[in-house]
């Protein structure tokens, strides 16, 4: 997939870069259209952003991507967003991907097209969890754990109050519980909700967040140097994928 994506993004007129092992950009930085995209649940989105070096970002679109069709959507998907706004993949100076936690295939669709795209171009991609940016769209005061409906029984989960670099979990139902104790739970999932409150738990549900939130989130690593290369962009799944956990050993 990755390959096919870096055949389709690149041209003879852009040879390909070569990387430091980290991309040193916050010092110089002054303003930058920042593509941000979020293919970590059934339903994803992008957006293109106009950012700058006094930390504001202004969303200019954002459009949505329908579950199940990540990577037949996504990079027409991106053409037609930079097109109407009258940009090519050139104009793009950074990107924001949202790595985890969330849906193996999802994610593993976005975080190529960002290869892909950030190696062909040389721009810096700065990577944001999911859990953070569902703390970013939380408004209660107080302490913060983020959470999010991870399948199989169970939870994915981080105190809110870590911000960009939350220490992200996997916990069953009942170690969600003791573990979210004394917190203010925040959460866009409806099962993730009810099972707070049935544990006593007071509960903010919020919408969940969109790309531009992912934007936002993703422009304040930019600034501050906090990005990575194409070569080191990887999906956080926080628990092992279902291949992984139903193969059998050699």
Same mark, same amino acid.
């Given at each position: ?148 409906? @991870? ?5 994915? &989960?981080?105190? $809110?109050?870590? %911000?960009?670099? #939350?220490? +992200?979990? /996997? !916990? ?13 739970? @925040? ?5 993730? &909700?009810?099972? $707070?409150?049935? %544990?006593?738990? #007071?509960? +903010?549900? /919020? !919408? ?43």
């Amino acid at each position: 997939m990755g390959l096919e994506l870096r055949r389709r993004f690149s041209s003879a007129s852009y040879p390909l870069p070569k990387y430091p092992a980290r991309f040193e950009f916050g010092q110089f930085l002054r303003t930058m259209f920042l593509l941000a995209i979020d293919t970590s649940g059934k339903q994803g989105s992008i957006a293109l952003a106009d950012c700058r070096s006094d930390s504001a970002c202004t969303v200019l679109e954002v459009m949505p991507l329908e579950g199940g069709t990540f990577s037949a959507q996504l990079v027409p998907q991106i053409a037609s967003l930079l097109a109407r706004h009258r940009l090519t993949k050139q104009d793009v100076g950074g990107f924001a991907a949202v790595s985890g936690p969330g849906s193996f295939t999802g994610l593993r669709v976005g975080l190529a097209a960002v290869k892909a795209l950030a190696e062909v171009l040389g721009k810096p991609i700065a990577t944001v969890s999911s859990l953070a940016a569902v703390g970013a769209v939380a408004q209660s005061p107080g302490r913060l754990m983020a959470a999010l409906d @991870a399948g199989r029984g169970e939870v994915f &989960a981080a105190h $809110a109050e870590m %911000g960009d670099e #939350p220490n +992200e979990q /996997v !916990l069953s139902r009942e170690e969600f519980l003791r573990a979210a104790a004394g917190f203010i739970v @925040a959460t866009p999932d409806q099962s993730v &909700a009810d099972l $707070a409150r049935g %544990g006593g738990l #007071p509960v +903010e549900e /919020v !919408l969940r967040p969109r790309s531009d939130v992912v934007a936002r989130l993703g422009w304040k690593k930019i600034l501050a140097g906090n990005t990575v290369s194409p070569e080191q962009l990887e999906a956080n799944y926080v628990r092992r994928p279902d291949a992984e956990i139903f193969s059998k050993p050699a």
